[in-house]
Nanobody, 118 residues
């Protein structure tokens, strides 16, 4: 029922930039965010933004990544700059939302691959 769809992943050179997008069909969204997972590693927080505009970033991406949202479109963006090979991972969008039900739940997208390489 609730759909979460990421886009914008791909291959980029070290030092380059890439922007990811995530759109959801949920009715009311409380939190939008991004997590990533590389092979053999646990999934980690990249960035989150709540309805009030407060943001949170993982230490490894602070100063390089920026999260933003367009509430009217139920869309979140992750602008990634100064990319490093260590940023190579599958990036997942997470949406905390409610859609007719009385409580908020977390919904995950299928992920989009980001590869940083020469």
């Amino acid at each position: 029922q609730v759909q979460v769809v990421e886009s914008g992943g791909g291959l980029v050179q070290p030092g380059g930039s890439l922007r990811l997008s995530c759109v959801t069909s949920a009715g009311i969204v409380s939190v939008m965010g991004w997590h990533r997972q590389a092979p053999g590693k646990q999934r980690e927080l990249v960035a989150e933004i709540i309805s009030g505009g407060i943001t949170e970033y993982g230490d490894s991406v602070k100063g390089r990544f920026t999260i933003s949202s367009d509430n009217a479109k139920n869309t979140t963006y992750l602008q990634m700059s100064s990319l490093k090979p260590e940023d190579t991972a599958k990036y997942y969008c997470k949406i905390r939302a409610r859609d007719g039900r009385p409580t908020f739940y977390d919904y995950w997208g299928q992920g989009t691959q980001v590869t940083v390489s020469s």
